[in-house]
Every structure is written in structure tokens, then in C-alpha cells.
């Protein structure tokens, strides 16, 4: 079983619609959550961060998480063509002592397509 | 504030050759990652430094190395060349380091592309 998962792509969605995306992670003692936005030849940029149960909103995004389910996911309300790129899903555990060092574990990303 | 910045960004070697790439993080960032991106297998951590000690590794053999300086800046370095080091570098920075559930964020440069031949 990989550490992070995220639901399979491409995922194509009309513009205006709700983006969903979904990542699932291994690790119980994991801690922050991170959703990366990709596009195509560039780096990856944060969009939202998460460390506790429920939802965090930041404009048109929406990131959830569940840690009873091992869950995090991010909406995307409102589709825009330029919201067209690889989602990054990385979390980050706690080691024993408490201390969080600076190790991200990616899932592979999921490739959403907005068309017109 | 300048974002982090990474250099060079394109690099052709040969295999066996050896290559050094560097960072340097968002002013008064004091923690710098390096991960490698390839298309099979993903982002994928390299090491971790923090106050010029690396706190953490990841699973990559003795030939990938690092260092970071007392002004946080950092290098990586790869020995020995192989054709599946072709790959994108990229360096992330965050501002914390050592605390109890740290929320540290990490931004990521724009990356080096190194091409072995």
C-alpha cells in the first residue's frame, strides 16, 4: 500500500462545476496536509494547508480532512480553465518525539482538465 | 519577499560526471528540503536541513549528498551520474524547525532539470 494515494485521473470537469479530489494516507501519527497545484513545466505552488478535523475554506477552495478515516480532500467550487493542472496531495508525520521535520510524502497527483 | 530560488535551472551532463545544484531559501527560512521529481515514480524526498545538519534522508543511495551553509543557502550534489538521475530538483524552504506539531509550510523554487546522457 502507498503512504498517500489520490484518486485516479485525468479528472475532467465543466467549467463552473465542482472539482473533487480525494487523497487517502497510511501513517495515523501524520499531522499537516498539504494540497499542491501543478501546472505543466512549472513547480509545485501551496494552495491550502490542513491540520485539524473539518473544513478550511480559502476562496474557491475547500480542503477537508478526517483523520479518523484517514481522509483529505479539496474542492474546487466554480472551475476555471486555468485551474487546469496536477493537484499534489503531501502529508507530513510527527515523529516520535513530537518534532516535525521537513519530510513530505506526495501522493501521485491527479491531472484535472476544466474545458469550456 | 523573493521566493526561493534555484540554480541553474537547466543542466545537460554525461553519465558519470558529477553535479552540483543550489538553493537558497525565502529570507529567514531556515529549514531547506530537496526532493526529486520524475514521472514514474513522482516527488519523492531526498534530505532535510536544518541549521546546517541534516535532520532527515530519504531513500537514495550515498551518491546524492548535501550541505546547507550558516546563511541557510544550500547545495546538493550528485556523484557518478546515472541516466535515471535525469530528473527535476526542486528545493522547498520553511520558516520553522524543531517545534512540537509544526504547521511548517514548504515552497517549493522553480527546480533544477538535469538531463544525463
Known amino acids: 500500500q502507498k503512504e498517500v494515494e489520490q484518486n485516479s485521473g485525468p479528472l475532467s470537469v465543466p467549467e463552473g462545476a465542482i472539482a473533487s479530489l480525494n487523497c487517502t494516507y497510511s501513517?495515523?501519527?501524520?499531522?499537516?496536509f498539504f494540497w499542491y497545484r501543478q501546472y505543466s513545466g512549472k513547480s509545485p505552488e501551496l494552495i491550502m494547508s490542513?491540520?485539524?478535523?473539518g473544513d478550511k475554506e480559502d476562496g474557491r477552495f475547500t480542503a477537508q480532512l478526517n483523520k479518523a478515516s484517514q481522509y483529505v480532500s479539496l474542492l474546487i467550487r466554480d472551475s476555471q480553465p486555468s485551474d487546469s493542472a496536477t493537484y499534489l496531495c503531501a502529508v507530513r508525520a510527527t515523529n516520535a518525539g513530537g518534532t516535525s521535520y521537513g519530510k513530505l510524502t506526495f501522493g501521485q497527483g491527479t491531472i484535472l482538465t476544466v474545458h469550456p | 519577499k523573493a521566493g526561493v530560488t534555484q540554480t541553474p535551472r537547466y543542466l545537460i551532463k554525461t553519465r558519470g560526471q558529477q553535479v552540483t545544484l543550489s538553493c537558497s531559501p525565502i529570507s529567514g527560512h531556515r529549514s531547506v528540503s530537496w526532493y526529486q521529481q520524475t514521472p514514474g515514480q513522482g516527488l519523492q524526498f531526498l534530505f532535510e536541513y536544518f541549521s546546517e545538519t541534516q535532520r532527515n534522508k530519504g531513500n537514495f543511495p550515498g551518491r546524492f549528498s548535501g550541505r546547507q551553509f550558516s546563511n541557510s543557502r544550500s547545495e546538493m550534489n550528485v556523484s557518478t551520474l546515472e541516466l535515471g538521475d535525469s530528473a527535476l530538483y526542486l528545493c522547498?524552504?520553511?520558516?520553522?524547525?524543531?517545534?512540537?506539531?509544526?504547521?511548517?509550510?514548504?515552497?517549493f523554487g522553480p527546480g533544477t532539470r538535469l538531463t544525463v546522457l
Open positions: 501513517d495515523r501519527g501524520s499531522q499537516s
Open positions: 522547498a524552504s520553511s520558516i520553522l524547525a524543531g517545534v512540537l506539531i509544526s504547521y511548517n509550510e514548504q515552497f
Open positions: 490542513i491540520y485539524s478535523n
